[in-house]
């Protein structure tokens, strides 16, 4: 670290000039409920981001027709690399689990 006080970053993927820098305050992999749970508790917050809203819609969807379009939701998010969890790859992969 050049000078005391600095936190250096460095990126996984290449970024444009000007984009957002996010940090976790939580361990990401947990469950949804488990990761409100934290935030609420230790933070004072409750998370409102596109991963956590997309994942309560998904948990909540009452048919397969709406789960199919949280999965395309899901899908534009990996594209623009805003979500890469394998659990919720997994959730979203297979509208059919959720029909229950």
Do not use: N
């Amino acid at each position: 670290v050049p000078f005391p006080g600095w936190l250096v970053v460095r990126a996984a993927r290449p970024m444009a000039a000007g984009e957002e820098v996010t940090v976790s305050y939580i361990d990401v992999r947990k469950p949804l409920a488990s990761r409100r749970e934290d935030l609420e508790s230790k933070w004072g917050f409750a998370c409102t981001c596109e991963r956590c809203k997309l994942e309560d819609e998904v948990w909540t969807a009452k048919d397969v027709d709406q789960a199919s379009r949280h999965r395309q939701t899901f899908e534009r998010m990996l594209a623009m690399r805003q979500c890469d969890e394998p659990d919720l790859v997994r959730v979203v992969g297979d509208p059919m689990c959720l029909a229950d």
